[in-house]
């Protein structure tokens, strides 16, 4: 079973139409399909129909400890019709974190719970709530493909890298990295703006995002009003073939995907992998490189490819709001703990100085849990996994 996560904490992107119709379009393309809603707003339990289940048998009741309210994952899985079947959500789900907060290894429960069973689906579409909290976290630890709807407006953009620094945090720590995708929404193919927004995002996420284009259609709320897809309410509208065109983009790609995880399994080595680049950052950036002091020339090389005397690398960034901000890189085998941790000065300025021998490292700042490229810095490569590190060189 392939799980595919709709995620963006921003609301208003088409993210719960997004799992609606594209669960509904895999079903009547013959595939076995389970969606989960995973928010508490329960909007595609209602945007399904199934708006009025029973509030024992939810995703709430699959995923707490509590065992006069737990059900198996059997109990609480509703039909919507034909090859799709629901596990729906209510207010309920809220609480959950709260239940589950020193349960150990609780931001995977969902994830052991999709793994444990042979279901017989082919997909599991989750909806994520907007926010990126220990829900969303769940839902992304579980996928294989994460697709993240981006609106055309002028806050698309804004947020992202959040979530794209979570996906980062999730292969450090747990060594999980799925595959991640822009979706275009609520393209209007009659203004320049729609399209002025729809290069800018095709900029930023390149070869990361889906070819296929969700245009602006009316029929698309109406159905959900309805609580039917949208290929229910009218398959010749124009949200009807755009989201059965992205099924079939999917289900192109699941193969691809596939070969992908093999390569990532051959090639990673446990430090931290990215998969996109995140938004930079407006905080100016700085890399400051002096010769250290004569005694210190006499360490001894840390690596038996850079034989060069040390240098004294100083690393800083002007964030005064920040609460936190490490420095991970080929030179602490991107590991973020106290010993990768900056200082801040009294005007907000952080900093962190290492000791290097002569060579060519890779890096990247993690602000607030933010994965972001040093935005002075010019000097950047693509690493094997779609994304960019920043460069430097000591010489």
């Given amino acids: 079973m392939r799980t595919i996560s709709v995620a963006n904490q921003k609301g208003g992107c088409g993210k719960t139409t997004t799992c609606i119709n594209l669960a509904r379009a895999l079903a009547l393309s013959g595939k076995r399909v389970l969606a989960i809603d995973l928010d508490p707003q329960a909007h595609m339990s209602f945007g399904l129909g199934v708006a009025n289940a029973a509030t024992d048998k939810s995703i709430y009741n699959v995923l707490t400890d509590t065992s006069e309210k737990r059900r198996t994952l059997d109990d609480c899985i509703?039909?919507?019709?034909?090859?799709?079947?629901?596990?729906?959500?209510?207010?309920?789900?809220?609480?959950?974190?709260?239940?589950?907060?020193?349960?150990?290894?609780?931001?995977?429960?969902?994830?052991?719970?999709?793994?444990?069973?042979?279901?017989?689906?082919?997909?599991?579409?989750?909806?994520?709530?907007?926010?990126?909290?220990?829900?969303?976290?769940?839902?992304?630890?579980?996928?294989?493909?994460?697709?993240?709807?981006?609106?055309?407006?002028?806050?698309?953009l804004m947020g992202v890298g959040k979530l794209l620094g979570m996906l980062e945090l999730i292969k450090l720590k747990i060594g999980h990295a799925p595959q991640v995708k822009a979706l275009a929404t609520l393209f209007d193919r009659r203004t320049k703006y729609s399209q002025v927004m729809f290069d800018e995002i095709k900029t930023f996420f390149k070869e990361e995002m889906l070819e296929t284009i969700i245009r602006t259609n009316v029929a698309l709320k109406k159905a959900v009003a309805k609580g039917v897809s949208v290929i229910d309410f009218d398959k010749e509208c124009n949200g009807a073939l755009d989201y059965c065109a992205l099924a079939q983009e999917v289900t192109?790609?699941?193969?691809?995907?596939?070969?992908?995880?093999?390569?990532?399994?051959?090639?990673?080595?446990?430090?931290?992998?990215?998969?996109?680049?995140?938004?930079?950052?407006?905080?100016?950036?700085?890399?400051?490189?002096?010769?250290?002091?004569?005694?210190?020339?006499?360490?001894?090389?840390?690596?038996?490819?850079?034989?060069?005397?040390?240098?004294?690398a100083a690393f800083t960034i002007k964030a005064p709001a920040a609460r936190e901000v490490y420095l991970v890189g080929d030179f602490n085998h991107w590991k973020i703990n106290d010993e990768s941790k900056l200082n801040r000065d009294k005007d907000g300025i952080w900093e962190k100085k290492l000791g290097l021998p002569a060579g060519k490292y890779r890096y990247k700042f993690v602000i607030d849990g933010e994965w972001v490229l040093d935005a002075r810095n010019a000097d950047k490569e693509q690493n094997p996994y779609g994304s960019f590190d920043s460069i430097i060189a000591l010489t």
Wanted: hydrophobic share 40%; charged share 25%; proline share 7%.
């Fill in 78 to 156: 509703m039909n919507v019709s034909g090859r799709l079947d629901i596990i729906p959500s209510n207010i309920l789900l809220s609480t959950i974190e709260q239940e589950l907060k020193d349960t150990q290894d609780a931001v995977s429960k969902l994830h052991h719970i999709l793994a444990d069973q042979a279901l017989p689906y082919e997909y599991a579409i989750i909806d994520c709530p907007p926010s990126l909290g220990f829900l969303t976290f769940n839902a992304l630890r579980a996928a294989d493909l994460v697709i993240i709807p981006i609106d055309m407006s002028a806050f698309s």
């Fill in 252 to 312: 192109r790609g699941e193969a691809s995907a596939e070969f992908e995880a093999a390569l990532r399994e051959t090639t990673a080595t446990g430090d931290a992998l990215i998969t996109l680049t995140p938004p930079r950052v407006e905080a100016p950036v700085t890399v400051a490189i002096e010769k250290i002091q004569p005694e210190e020339k006499k360490r001894e090389a840390v690596s038996a490819t850079r034989t060069e005397n040390p240098r004294e």
